[in-house]
C-alpha cells in the first residue's frame, strides 16, 4: 500500500535559522497536503499542491511538489517560536479517492 | 463559527467497556472522517462517509464502530475498548472526497482506558 515518509522525525531549530522538512511517497501521488499541529493540538490544514513542480509560498513557509510527483518539501525561513509543532504532510492518489495518507510528522523544537 | 466540535475533550473508560464519541460539524461538509492518533504517530484513519455511504479501512478493528444519523453528526463507537485503543480521537471534515481545501479536524477527544 501507499506509504508517505518524512524527515527528520525531529528537527531542533535555533530562533532566526532556515529549516527544511521532506515527504517522500512510495507511489506516484495525485496531491499532497501539508498540516501544522501545535502542541496539545489539532493539525491545521497549511497548503495544497496539486502540479508537478508546483512551488506555493505563505509568508516564510515555502511549498514544493516535486516533479515525479512522489516528494514534496516545506522549507520556513528565519524560525520563529511561534512556528512550533508537528508538520505532517498527506498524500492523495487517484486509487485512494477521498482519503488522505499522513506521515509521522517532522516536529520542530524553536530554541530563542 | 463553522466549525467541528467533539466532545467530551477527555473520555475516561474501563477496559471493555463499550464508549462513544461524538463529532459535530456546522461548515455543512459531506465528508466525515474519524482518525485514531497514538502519541508521536501519524493520524491514523480510521473510516469516514460520504454523506451516508459509509467507508471502513480495512484494517480498522471490529471493535470500532461509526455511526452518522444526519449531516451533522457523526459517532465512534468502541465495542469493547482495550488499552491499546487508548489515543487521541479525530474528528475531520472536508467539503468533497477531493479535499482540495483540506480537512477541518475538530479538537479531539483523548481516550484512556483503565
Known amino acids: 500500500g501507499q506509504q508517505v515518509m518524512q524527515i527528520p522525525q525531529y528537527q531542533h531549530v535555533q530562533e532566526g535559522e532556515d529549516f527544511t522538512t521532506y515527504c517522500n511517497s512510495s507511489?506516484?501521488?495525485?496531491?499532497i497536503q501539508w498540516y501544522k499541529q501545535r502542541p496539545g493540538g489539532h493539525p491545521v490544514f497549511l497548503i495544497q499542491?496539486?502540479?508537478?513542480?508546483e512551488v506555493k509560498k505563505q509568508k516564510r513557509l515555502t511549498f514544493q511538489f516535486g516533479e515525479a510527483k512522489k516528494n514534496s518539501s516545506l522549507h520556513i525561513t528565519a524560525t520563529q517560536t511561534t512556528d512550533v509543532g508537528t508538520y505532517f504532510c498527506?498524500?492523495?492518489?487517484?486509487?485512494?479517492?477521498?482519503?488522505?495518507?499522513f506521515g509521522a510528522g517532522t516536529q520542530v523544537v524553536v530554541t530563542p | 463559527d463553522a466549525m467541528v466540535i467533539q466532545n467530551p475533550r477527555y473520555q475516561v473508560t474501563q477496559f471493555g467497556k463499550p464508549v462513544t464519541l461524538s463529532c459535530s460539524q456546522t461548515?455543512?461538509?459531506?465528508?466525515m472522517y474519524w482518525y485514531q492518533q497514538k502519541s508521536s504517530q501519524a493520524p491514523k484513519l480510521l473510516f469516514h462517509y460520504y454523506d451516508k455511504d459509509f467507508n471502513n479501512e480495512a484494517d480498522t478493528p471490529d471493535n470500532f464502530q461509526s455511526r452518522r444519523p444526519n449531516t451533522s453528526f457523526c459517532f465512534l463507537d468502541i465495542r469493547s475498548p482495550g488499552l491499546g485503543d487508548a489515543a487521541m480521537y479525530l474528528c475531520?471534515?472536508?467539503?468533497?472526497?477531493?479535499?482540495?481545501?483540506?480537512?477541518?479536524f475538530g479538537s479531539g477527544t483523548r481516550l484512556t482506558v483503565v
Open positions: 499542491l496539486v502540479k508537478s513542480g
Open positions: 498527506a498524500g492523495g492518489t487517484t486509487d485512494s479517492w477521498g482519503k488522505f495518507q
Open positions: 507511489t506516484t501521488l495525485s496531491n
Open positions: 475531520a471534515t472536508s467539503r468533497d472526497l477531493q479535499g482540495a481545501r483540506g480537512y477541518t
Open positions: 461548515l455543512n461538509h459531506n465528508v
